[in-house]
């Protein structure tokens, strides 16, 4: 039999309540009170030193690295062969909750003190480490740490990029005293594992706690600019239109429709901005701009996804006598995670009699770049509220963190035996 | 045979291009000089006295109502019978040109000047008026003089109106000296008729100068305010979104559907407004406001119409699970216009040798206010650049001027001289 650790749910808890406390804010959309702490802002820093006291208190090794990538590690007894690494965030967003990436950095750092508490010994050392700007809200791109620990993004260009203030990352990095020595290109772990919150529905909607993530979607954003005619309502035929709105309104239709026809796979197609620019009643539209946000778990039916678009504005452009521009605003390829690690997972939480379900995660994580570099996998905890984040709404229960950061230990635990 | 008179088509368009220069401005858009002459402002005072120094030269009696709609009288033989009347507006909107509404003004004036020229004596007293804020961007009522003469909108009312700065259309009658002693609601009629300009391509693309109008549509302007939920737009399923701007372009592709389906007779359907709000890329929009401008001349098709759309909203807001609240911004019926003035008006071009063809007005004018007191109808002249208006481009030839007041002129007379 296995040997099974059970992480201490009301430790998890107190440490997830103490650390969103730090760049708390009241929310006024929700009358609730949020997270704000930004990457490298005085909040994120002072939650840096709780989360480095935190490691230190439980007798790891902390280092830093040129990106202030944060890592403590916990020897094994082989300390030549390549650690297992657990890991997330703690930069929040604008309007964020406590559980958003933090669980992922929280439940690593309990993952250490049950193992303390518990005298386990392991082959390897296990570190866990918390990955600087994951959330891109502060300088403008995404995973920024995780890519540059894993080589997508080269150092010097991730130290210059610059806040709306024109702050740069090393500035802020010098600033709160978390410009590391460490090599940002970190030693190669044996493998990865993220506990995160699902942010979104379906591990509720399917009655589980726990979710196998089996990789990260395909993302593709366009914007569409569309000039056509604008023309007195009530005097001009509408065969005699050039309207801009209609054929942007059309788009968003047909988006939707690919979703629902099964013939794009698991498709989601979202259309969050449209613009008229100042609208009249009584005018038709002569410009439209949207953008569209495609996710596909396989790039093929994204590529597909993306022609069968294509092909239908041309044909609206051509039947409305309008102009169509395309940009590309972004395009991220399918990430899948490693098998054998998604399976270490499931038998897991089977083990620990956590029913589980598969799924593909719609939003980037730091997982996917760090995938770049080893076996990889992610574990999702349900959320409720529809699983709403970045939001003060944000909330996933005691019992569901407890079960995800259980199922992160034992898989830890059982890796870090692996010869 | 009847008599036929020829207006000066040289001394019409002398005036057009004189009274052009009052208020014009460079407009950015087209490059082009427009003309900002908005209702009692400065320049439509002087425009206003223009006219009235051209009425007197035309030995015409002027008077001016308590509205400021403005009146010239060439007497007629028996001055006890009702008169013959012509008239337009000569305000514009911020952006206009030189035709919507001035060509019926000037127009009339010309016809005078022609009834001096041949010496000509008329049984009725024959009048040309212009009448107050016809296009209603001043103080936010348009047809406003015209509908106060006929008895739609009480005087108190209309002369309490104010503009954006918060001055009363008696205010500015008073301070521009246009505040007159006649009783606003003028005496009735023996007919009227109003030559316009068309402001849409029908007559262009029938290849005639000379629209006669049979009426002018309804207008049914409503205002749909959506709201959903927002949801994250890569970990959100399809099936559990309740998408406003999905539902809020679903309106706009439907309004388009049933104006091609031919079910609800020569409907147009025009969205101008469309707005998500502060939208993001990755967010399924929470709330959609549009407006929805239809346009019928069949008061039955029109509530078909409308029943129809909101039946589609109804069942398209259950389906998706967002509420829908419908603002009524306005709505007018159908109105027809004389049959036998539109048959004397069709009878005078075919005299006249002119081609013309029957036609809805799709924009309102003050003749709809007018035919509520006495016989009334339109001669439409036909425009150029598809027939825009409300802006710098807006353009009738010298020529089809010069028709559409030929038009004008030999059915007044007629009109004039029927017992």
Chains 1, 2 share one sequence.
Not at 320 to 349: C, N, Y
């Amino acid at each position: 039999m296995t040997r099974i650790l059970r992480i201490n749910r009301d430790r998890l808890w107190a440490s997830l309540t103490e650390l969103k406390q730090i760049g708390a804010y009241d929310d006024e959309a929700t009358g609730l009170r949020g997270v704000r702490r930004l990457a490298l802002t005085d909040a994120d820093a002072e939650a840096r030193r709780r989360c480095v006291g935190w490691m230190l208190e439980a007798g790891l090794e902390v280092r830093i690295d040129r990106i202030g990538n944060v890592y403590g590690t916990r020897p094994g007894r082989d300390r030549s062969l390549p650690c297992v690494l657990m890991g997330s965030h703690i930069d929040t967003v604008a309007t964020g909750g406590a559980f958003d990436g933090t669980l992922g950095v929280l439940g690593g750092i309990e993952v250490m003190r049950t193992l303390n508490d518990a005298g386990a010994e392991t082959l390897r050392d296990i570190e866990v480490g918390f990955f600087t700007e994951e959330e891109g809200v502060r300088f403008g791109t995404d995973m920024l740490g995780s890519a540059v620990t894993a080589g997508r993004i080269p150092l010097d260009h991730a130290l210059k990029l610059t806040d709306q203030d024109g702050k740069t990352v090393l500035d802020e990095l010098v600033r709160i005293a978390f410009d590391g020595d460490a090599h940002e290109r970190r030693p190669i772990p044996h493998a990865y594992i993220e506990c995160h919150i699902e942010q979104g529905p379906i591990l509720a909607g399917a009655g589980v706690d726990i979710g196998i993530v089996e990789g990260v979607q395909s993302i593709s954003w366009q914007r569409l600019i569309i000039r056509g005619e604008a023309a007195h309502a009530g005097t001009t035929p509408i065969a005699s239109r050039h309207d801009a709105g209609l054929v942007a309104a059309s788009v968003v239709v047909m988006a939707r429709q690919m979703c629902d026809s099964g013939e794009f796979g698991q498709l989601r197609a979202t259309v969050g901005n449209f613009d008229l620019g100042v609208g009249q009643t009584n005018v038709v539209p002569h410009q439209a701009t949207l953008t569209i946000d495609l996710r596909s778990p396989a790039d093929d039916l994204m590529t597909a996804a993306e022609q069968h678009l294509a092909a239908y504005v041309d044909e609206l452009a051509a039947r409305h006598g309008v102009d169509v521009t395309w940009e590309r605003m972004a395009k991220t390829a399918v990430v899948l995670f490693d098998p054998s690690i998604q399976d270490l997972l499931a038998a897991t939480a089977e083990d620990l009699g956590l029913p589980s379900v598969r799924v593909m995660s719609g939003a980037g994580h730091d997982a996917q770049e760090i995938a770049a570099i080893c076996p990889a996998a992610m574990v999702f905890v349900a959320g409720e509220n529809g699983g709403v984040s970045h939001t003060p709404r944000e909330y996933s229960s005691p019992e569901a963190c407890g079960n995800g950061v259980d199922v992160l230990a034992n898989a830890i635990l059982r890796l870090a035996d692996q010869a």
